[in-house]
């Protein structure tokens, strides 16, 4: 059946070839003779592989290869330079052969759903036209640094997979303006996530963050999603204060930070230039939300309670959310403003 309805694509020049559903294990050879053809539909059949004539579809921009057996993405896939949507979900994908996004660079929606992949390839970052990532349901254990230079991503999906960290250069998605990241095991969210000032929504639900960057909420979200997570409760207790005392790497790190901060040191700053561990330590450096000092490791970990509930619409109509705040002494914690809290520890 899917051979006739193939020669008849053939005969006709078509443009646009559904084989949907056809129970096939194979596709037909003959499909690598409609040049034409913009559109291919493969779901719902029983495929592992494709074919070599495929890489004649050189004006091929969707193709549909979900809910078959696919169990690697398909290398043939590099050679169709003009593809713009690719769906593979519903497969048993585990490997991305690094070689396939050398040949993608028109491609805007990529659906990896439902499927086995751990790792994605470093070379993502060749998808440079990429607007969509979708890739729930899976068993990613981190996200590579280099998918955060796909400057035209709007939409990044990763619900159920493995991970605990996000990359800090996930601020470098400008564009970003849906993040889904729910059922994850995820402890906290980078600082940089802060940067993206056209993030509409989040979704951070079913992980296990208890405070969010402390600057979250100048992100102009419209929505947040952040229920089964066990966010700190504004719950005042009593506090011990231990003694500050302070390691000769702090000390000297927050002597330097000091004088490079105040930039009262010239010779310092045309030093330090010289030593590339010092400045990438340095680099590192935290700064206190009260007295806006520059210092390294040791610091005091506050929670503040925002108020969002005006700014957007948030699950389980949270109104109070808990961002994290950087004491750098004591001294600062002792004169924090009183809607500055102490995290306990349990």
Known sequence: MADVLVLRAVRGRARTLNLNGKRLQRVPGAVGSLTQLTSLHLKNNWLCQLPGEVTALSNLTILNLGNNQFERVPEELKFLHSLQTLHMFGNRITEIPACVFDGLPNLK?????????????????????????????????????????????????????????????????SNLRELRIYRNHLGGLPEGLCRLRKLKILDVAGNQIQTFP?????????????????????????????????????????????????????????????YPDARRLL???NVCALCGKWFLDMWL?????????????????????????????????NQRHSDIFGVAVQ
Do not use: W
């Open 109 to 173: 929606s990529l659906n990896l759903n439902n499927n086995f992949i751990e790792n994605l390839p470093a070379e993502i970052e060749k998808l440079q036209s990429l607007q969509k990532l979708s890739i729930n349901h899976n068993s990613l254990q981190d996200i590579p640094k280099e998918l955060c230079v796909l400057q035209n991503l709007c939409e990044l999906h990763l619900g159920n997979n493995q991970l605990q960290t996000l990359p800090e250069q996930i601020g470098f998605l």
């Open 283 to 285: 680099s590192s450096r």
């Open 214 to 274: 402390s600057r979250l909420h100048e992100v102009p979200l419209q929505e947040l999603y952040c229920e089964e997570n066990p966010l700190l409760q504004k719950e005042p207790v009593y506090a011990i204060q231990d003694e500050e005392i302070l390691s000769l790497k702090e000390i000297t790190a927050r002597h330097i930070l000091s004088h490079l901060q105040n930039g009262s040191s010239l010779l310092l700053r045309e030093q330090i230039i010289h």
């Open 301 to 333: 970990e506050c929670v503040q309670f925002v108020d969002v509930k005006k700014k957007m619409r948030t699950s389980n109509n949270l109104q109070l959310l808990p961002v994290k705040i950087l004491l750098c002494s004591y001294q600062c914690f």
